[in-house]
């Protein structure tokens, strides 16, 4: 019973993601900014599509921060340093098929806080 709920949830997220990824994209002046959260971790990273390259990244397991929303406003912080020294100030948000509430909301707002533009 409980793998036939985690599969139908994993089916669902990654619909959502096909549907969102397939409107997207980034280049080197508007990267794609991409969040992964897991159970413990949260991590974020902007995207050049058209290279094919990561620009910054913000890992909180290396910083040794949970994936709660307290801890995801560090990160967003660390994320917002990285692109101010890569000269980047607005991004397209990719939420990954992640619903748009709890950290994923958080760490949003914390970057808009920080000054990044979506």
């Given amino acids: 019973m409980l793998k ?6 994993n089916k669902l997220r990654a ?4 549907r969102v990824r397939g ?3 980034g280049t080197a002046e508007l990267p794609r900014l ?4 897991s159970n413990k971790h949260f991590y974020a990273q902007a995207i050049d599509d058209n290279a094919g390259a990561t620009l910054a990244a913000a890992d909180g397991k290396k910083m040794g921060l949970k994936a709660n929303q307290e801890d995801v406003k560090q990160v967003a912080a660390e994320m917002a ?4 020294a890569k000269n980047i100030d607005a991004v397209v948000f990719d939420r ?3 619903l748009y509430h709890g950290v994923v909301a958080s760490f949003a707002d914390a970057l808009r806080e920080a ?3 979506f």
């Fill in 15 to 18: 619909q959502r993601k096909a």
């Fill in 96 to 98: 990954n098929g992640y």
């Fill in 4 to 9: 036939s709920i985690q599969k139908r949830k």
């Fill in 81 to 84: 340093k990285a692109l101010a």
């Fill in 23 to 25: 409107k997207i994209f």
């Fill in 115 to 117: 000054g990044i533009k």
């Fill in 34 to 37: 991409t969040v992964f959260k």
